[in-house]
């Protein structure tokens, strides 16, 4: 079984750190700032992810599990996404899991750091790879909905 994910004081730092760097433009071309509302607040809350891209479509990968950034998007239907100055509101929508193999074979290929939290290898199927798809939910990001 992969590795949990555990919020530790370490963990919180790298995050700063990491959402600093992302909000000056810095480090990996790929990582974003998100914001999203809470379900039962209505706080915005913010945490570096990493935004994959293919064939002109991008996507979010829950590298760490079932989180609570992944609970509020999925009750608020979209995030916001910053890097460098730049922001955009996207509608996120969650594929199943066969949609989500080659997304998440391309995140465990494309970032090393995560594999841990993962039960597949590069040698995984395409069956074992969708079996992630349940801990590892993959949304694609689209356009917001325009306002009527």
Do not use: C
């Not at 071309?29 to 913010?46: D, E, M």
């Not at 989180?67 to 999925?74: C, D, E, F, G, K």
């Not at 597949?120 to 939910?137: I, N, Q, Y």
């Amino acid at each position: 079984m992969g590795k949990a994910y555990r919020m530790t004081v370490g963990t919180r730092m790298i995050n700063r750190v990491f959402h600093a760097m992302t909000r000056r433009g810095i480090g990996k071309a790929y990582r974003y700032n998100l914001s999203v509302r809470g379900r039962k607040s209505g706080r915005v809350y913010s945490t570096p992810v990493d935004v994959m891209s293919s064939g002109g479509e991008r996507w979010l990968v829950a590298a760490y599990g079932v989180s609570q950034w992944v609970r509020n998007a999925r009750a608020a239907g979209q995030v916001g996404l910053s890097r460098g100055g730049r922001s955009e509101t996207v509608r996120v929508v969650e594929l199943g899991p066969a949609e989500s193999v080659p997304v998440l074979r391309q995140y465990w290929r494309d970032v090393p750091v995560t594999r841990p939290y993962f039960d597949v290898t590069g040698e995984s199927t395409d069956e074992e790879f969708a079996d992630e798809a349940a801990r590892h939910p993959v949304f694609r990001l689209e356009p917001p909905e325009p306002m009527a």
